[in-house]
Each structure stands twice: as structure tokens, then as C-alpha cells.
């Protein structure tokens, strides 16, 4: 039982080792870093509505820092480098200072995205946490935030293999584009995947579209029935 206990310590001393590597060099006790991880992206689709010429996409960033009575000014910067989006063609930056309010721990940026009918595919921004008088960038794997914009319909990342077993079932685009048609959402992730939604309000409106396709059968792409694959 003692061995076992010093392998669990010396475990767990190390996996604090890594996660304190990641942040190493900072003598400040503040950092901000994106919700996702940089590899994942967020993707805004113009293809859900022809008349659409411009969407907000809200990248959310956490802050790891104690709470204090007072705003404070974060900076976000563009990497053009590592991005075929342009901005002011693809996107706008947001032009107010980017702020994480008085006691709170969690802040927006707000990209505006615009139309570019010259847009052949997709565009991808990629945006990265940068030092400032309040804060310092967090963890590696959260530095940079991605919008892949496009004006095709895209296969979301919230629709998995989860999915496909016990939620809206197989996708197709058709199916897709009904549910946004019908359903009026484009985004459902879980929050503990990042995203804003809960597994009740998910659960909700995978079944308010069942219901609908059993009163409104139509076919899907390959011809058979259009179906939902949750029970309930």
C-alpha cells in the first residue's frame, strides 16, 4: 500500500510539473487563453441562409486568475501568417478595447465575419492570446483561437459519433439544413466541450425534431426516410 501511494504522488507531482512547464517564465499570477484547444475551430457557414451578408462569432476566453473589482484589458492579435481569412475582407476585428469585466472570468471576442462571394471553399482566421498590462497567455494548447468560414454547408464538429448512435443520427446535409430550417439552431455544443449548450437543452431540441419529421416525413439523401436516431 506504501508503494502504491508514492507511485500515485509521484504522479500526480509530475502531471503539476507539465502544467506548470506550460506556463513557466511569467512571475504574474494572471492568465486569459481561449476556451478550445487551438487545434479546434469554430465554423460559421454562410451557405444556412443565401441573404446573410455578415454574422457575429463569439470566441470565449477564460481567464485563470483571482477575481478582482475592476475591468481588465486583454489583447488578441490576428496571424496573418497562419491564416488565408483577410481581414476587412473576410472579417472585421472588433473595434471597442477587448475587456474582461469587474469580477468576472469569463470574456467574448467579437468577430464580425462577412460574405466574401469571391470565396472559393473555406477561410480559416487564426487569432492568438498576447501579453498585456493585466494578463499573460495561458496554457500553450489554448493560446489561439480559430473561425473557419465558409459558404458551404460543413459538417459541425458537435455532430459525432455520439451522434450518429444516439442523438440526430446520420448525418447529411439535407438533414442538416432541415434542422436549421426547422429548429432554428445551428450550434450544439456541450459545454463540456466548450460550447454554450447543456445536454438537457441539446436532448430538447433533438427530440422537438423527431417530432417533427414524424408528422412531416420527408426523404433524405440517399432516399430513405429522413429519421432521428435519440429514443424518447
Known amino acids: 500500500m506504501k508503494i502504491l501511494y508514492v507511485i500515485i504522488m509521484m504522479l500526480f507531482l509530475g502531471m503539476v510539473s507539465c502544467s506548470e512547464d506550460n506556463l513557466k517564465g511569467y512571475s504574474s499570477s494572471n492568465y486569459i487563453?481561449?476556451?478550445k484547444l487551438s487545434k479546434d475551430s469554430t465554423v460559421f457557414s454562410f451557405a444556412y441562409d443565401e441573404t446573410l451578408e455578415s454574422g457575429t462569432v463569439a470566441l470565449k476566453l477564460v481567464m485563470i486568475s483571482p477575481l478582482v473589482d475592476r475591468d481588465r484589458k486583454y489583447n488578441v492579435?490576428?496571424?496573418?501568417?497562419?491564416?488565408?481569412?483577410?481581414?476587412?475582407?473576410?472579417f472585421e476585428m472588433p473595434a471597442e478595447e477587448q475587456v474582461i469585466a469587474a469580477n468576472d472570468s469569463v470574456?467574448?471576442?467579437?468577430?464580425?465575419?462577412k460574405r466574401n462571394k469571391a470565396l472559393k471553399g473555406s477561410a480559416i482566421a487564426v487569432f492568438e492570446v498576447q501579453a498585456s498590462d493585466d494578463f499573460m497567455p495561458g496554457i500553450e494548447a489554448n493560446r489561439?483561437?480559430?473561425?473557419?468560414?465558409?459558404?458551404?454547408?460543413t459538417r459541425p464538429g458537435w455532430w459525432n459519433d455520439w451522434h450518429e448512435a444516439n442523438g440526430l443520427g446520420t448525418y447529411s446535409d439535407l438533414k442538416y439544413q432541415t434542422f436549421i430550417r426547422e429548429i432554428g439552431v445551428t450550434d450544439m455544443t456541450l459545454e463540456a466541450d466548450g460550447g454554450e449548450m447543456n445536454y438537457s437543452t441539446m436532448r430538447a431540441y433533438v427530440l422537438q425534431f423527431k417530432y417533427w419529421l414524424q408528422d412531416h416525413p420527408i426523404e433524405d439523401e440517399d432516399g430513405s426516410l429522413m429519421k432521428v436516431a435519440m429514443r424518447g
Open 33 to 35: 487563453q481561449f476556451d
Open 77 to 90: 492579435k490576428f496571424l496573418q501568417d497562419e491564416s488565408s481569412a483577410q481581414a476587412g475582407v473576410d
Open 144 to 153: 489561439k483561437g480559430r473561425i473557419f468560414i465558409t459558404n458551404q454547408l
Open 107 to 113: 470574456a467574448y471576442l467579437n468577430v464580425i465575419v
